[in-house]
């Protein structure tokens, strides 16, 4: 069976730090790109990084950038958000999301929640 | 504000037939494939439609897609209880190298 699991939320002070992690099995980890997304409280959808198969080409978006640094370790089938520097607004269930360039973010995982509030 | 923009809800009978519409840029939905998510309350988004109009095995053929230029449509026939969640249009943006969502739209069935 095709999963992602995220692990590592946390509630934590705004200027914290939280480490995501995102364990993957079912497929062949190291032939996808992989990307995040978060969701705030009552919101929508929001794009937060991709990475490219061999971690070589990483994007991430502009609320984010600068903070936030994705990672993966293809030997362990693992997918990484280094969060820093938390603000309020980061506040949101993170999802970890398989990424194909012909189905899109065709598998999701269950989401892990980050609240970043004093 | 979402670069890519969806009516915030929309509504129908069961057994109708609803649309859900989502208009973006060239940079976006003009000048890629968009996929369509299915959020029900609680859970992860599911995939709903691919390459815009391709659906994943497992997805009823109620649902079906379409694009045309900057926009896209979601439609659902035969509308049921259970499609009652929210819908995300998506989309890759080459500008911002990174995916574009629309803002979502809640389906009630009344």
């Known amino acids: 069976e095709v999963q992602l699991v995220e692990t590592g939320g946390a509630s934590v002070q705004p200027g914290e730090s939280v480490r995501l992690s995102c364990a993957a099995s079912?497929?062949?980890?190291?032939?996808?790109?992989m990307s995040w997304v978060r969701q705030a409280p009552g919101k929508g959808l929001e794009w937060v990084a991709n990475?490219?198969?061999?971690?070589?080409?990483?994007h991430y978006a502009d609320s984010v950038k600068g903070r936030f640094t994705i990672s993966r370790d293809n030997a362990e089938n693992s997918l990484s958000l280094q969060m820093n520097s938390l603000r309020d607004d980061d506040t949101a269930v993170y999802f970890c999301?398989?990424?194909?360039?012909?189905?899109?973010?065709?598998?999701w995982g269950q989401g892990t929640t980050v609240i970043a509030s004093s | 504000q979402s670069v890519v923009t969806q009516p915030p809800s929309a509504s129908g009978t069961p057994g109708q037939r609803v649309t859900i519409s989502c208009s973006g840029s060239?940079?976006?939905?003009?000048?890629?494939?968009v996929n369509w998510y299915q959020q029900l309350p609680g859970t992860a988004p599911r995939l709903l439609i691919y390459?815009?109009?391709q659906r994943p095995s497992g997805v009823p053929d109620r649902f079906s897609g379409s694009k045309s230029g900057t926009a896209a449509s979601l439609a659902i026939s035969g509308l049921q209880s259970e499609d009652e969640a929210d819908y995300y249009c998506?989309?890759?943006?080459?500008?911002?190298?990174?995916?574009?969502f629309g803002g979502g739209t809640k389906l009630t069935v009344l």
């Open positions: 079912g497929f062949f980890f190291a032939s996808y790109w």
């Open positions: 998506a989309s890759w943006d080459d500008t911002l190298k990174g995916w574009v």
């Open positions: 999301a398989r990424f194909s360039w012909y189905t899109g973010l065709d598998v």
């Open positions: 990475i490219k198969q061999d971690g070589s080409e990483t």
């Open positions: 060239t940079f976006n939905i003009g000048g890629n494939t």
């Open positions: 390459d815009n109009n």
